[in-house]
């Protein structure tokens, strides 16, 4: 499982909390989502680290729940500063981080996971 999310995300918060007028709905911390697929597959361990340089206001980091052979089977990317918008390196606008590309870390993933 990927998760990539903005801590200030408005439409989705990720703490916990409702929408924006647009999305009026309650949602559940990400860290309760990440721990109930962690616990899902059990015995994985956490590596944590920062992804490139902290630029424009955001800062990217990205946690893997890895099993025994060392593949992460749940990874969260965690944008810090982040709002509710596609990662792209390059995009103009507040809240996007210039450190990842979504789609580059999608590939990513599924790679790692033939």
Excluded: C
């Excluded at 990440?34 to 956490?46: D, E, P, S, W, Y």
């Excluded at 969260?76 to 981080?97: F, I």
């Amino acid at each position: 499982m990927l998760h990539i999310h903005g801590t200030k995300d408005r439409m989705v918060p990720f703490k916990t909390g409702f929408g924006s007028k647009h999305i009026h709905t309650p949602f559940t911390p990400v860290a309760v989502e990440i721990a109930a697929f962690v616990k899902a597959f059990g015995g994985l361990h956490r590596e944590s680290h920062q992804i490139g340089a902290a630029r424009g206001g955001t800062l990217v980091v990205e946690d893997d729940y890895r099993d025994a052979a060392g593949r992460a089977q749940v990874r969260l990317l965690t944008v810090q500063g982040g709002q509710h918008v596609w990662p792209e390196p390059g995009r103009r606008g507040s809240g996007n981080t210039q450190d990842i590309s979504a789609s580059d870390e999608i590939l990513r993933f599924f790679a790692e996971h033939p």
